[in-house]
Structures are given as C-alpha cells and as structure tokens.
C-alpha cells in the first residue's frame, strides 16, 4: 500500500520570503501522480499543483513549483514571495496511474503554514 | 461556476439516527468520491463511483453507503449514526480516475 508522509506538521514563513514544504511517499509503483492540495480555515480543499511520475520537468504554477526526486520518492512544494493568503493547511497527496488502485488519493496529513508580517 | 456543491455544511446527529449527504457536480465529471477528514489523519476514502451506476468502497466504508443517483448526484449514507462517525466529510469528482480531483467544502458532522 502507498503511504505518504508530511513531516513538518507546522511552518511559518514571513511575508515575501520563500519556503518549501516536505513530503515523501512510499510506492512501489513506477507510473503514479503527486498533488498538492491547500486547504484554507473555510476547509475548501484547492488544488495547487500536480505532477506526473514520468515527466521529469519540476511542474510549476506561479508563485509555486515543485522538487520532485522520483529516485528519493520525494515531492516537495516551494512557495515564492509568501503572501497571507498562502496561510491554510497543505496536504500532499498520491494517485496510482493503475486503473485498480487509481481511484483512491492517499493524503499525508498535512503542514500548517503560517505566514507573518 | 459552482463546481461541487454539498449540503448541508453543518449536522447535529444523535446516536442511531440517519441521515444522507447530497452531493452534486456541474462539471460533467464521470467520477465522484466521498472522503473523510479527521484531525492528525489526513482525507481517507470512503466510496467512490468510477462512472455512473458504479460503486466501490474505499478505505474506511463500514457504517456508510452511497448512491449515484445519476451523473451529476453521489449521495452518502449513515443508517445508524455513531460518535466515531464525527467527521468532516467531503465530496469531490473528477474526469476520470487518473485526473485531479476537486472537492466540495466540506460538511461538518457531529454525532452526540
């Protein structure tokens, strides 16, 4: 079964200022997808970014890009110039590629950010 | 652009009683999903509805069921509401199974 794990249960990050937030998985799989998820106090789940295992590129949208290291199982989200909105609770999530297991998105659980003055 | 929409936000149950979460869809997706969301847990996977007339159990089914009333409609079910039942419960739906999912905002239930 896949697992994923979000080690930083909280950050903080001020105002204009970079941060990266952490998250490796556990598959054995060679074809899958990785999702950030943001998920603010009205608990609306917003999707952030997606990335496919078999492209190489770094998916990037905006002010938010990706480090994923597909040997290292790691699919880190970097947030540039920080803005207050970016405060919420931010889930990585994984998707098989295979059609038994693709309909379920295993979460981690989760990293508060904060963002400051 | 109403994307997922659940009702209602916010229950009250007490134990033993039942009641159904709607969920509708406007973005012609073929498959819908019920998650639910407890502190330190992350979203787990209840049911989900490959396309329609389909149903499969997810992760976590026991004490629910669910129905896909037509494309656009997945409804969940709890017969007989228990306090582990105490959750946040979201819908959400896709294209397809491998493409990203988009959720509703959630429903708050509390089982007393």
């Known amino acids: 079964a896949q697992t994923v794990t979000q080690s930083q249960p909280e950050m903080s990050v001020q105002e204009a200022e970079t941060v990266t937030l952490s998250c490796t998985y556990d598959?054995?799989?060679?074809?899958?997808?990785l999702f950030w998820y943001k998920q603010p106090p009205s608990r609306q789940m917003i999707l952030v970014i997606r990335q496919e295992a078999y492209k190489q590129q770094n998916a990037t949208e905006n002010r938010f890009s990706v480090n994923f290291q597909k040997a290292a199982k790691s699919f880190s989200l970097k947030i540039s110039d920080s803005q207050l909105g970016d405060a919420a609770m931010y889930f990585c999530a994984y998707r098989s590629a295979f059609t038994g297991t693709a309909s379920k998105l295993t979460f981690g659980t989760g990293t508060r950010l904060q963002v400051t003055l | 652009n109403a994307g997922v929409t659940q009702t209602p936000k916010f229950q009250v149950l007490k134990t033993g009683q039942s009641m159904t979460l709607q969920c509708a869809q406007d973005m012609n997706h073929n498959s819908m999903y019920w998650y639910r969301q407890d502190p330190g847990m992350g979203l787990r996977l209840i049911y989900y509805s490959a396309s329609e007339g389909t149903t499969d159990k997810g992760e976590v089914p026991n004490g629910y069921n669910v129905s896909r009333l037509n494309k656009r409609e997945f409804s969940l079910r709890l017969e007989s509401a228990a306090p582990s039942q105490t959750s946040v419960y979201f819908c959400a739906s896709s294209e397809h199974l491998f493409t990203e999912a988009f959720f509703g905002q959630g429903t708050r239930l509390t089982v007393v």
């Open positions: 598959t054995s799989e060679s074809d899958y997808y």
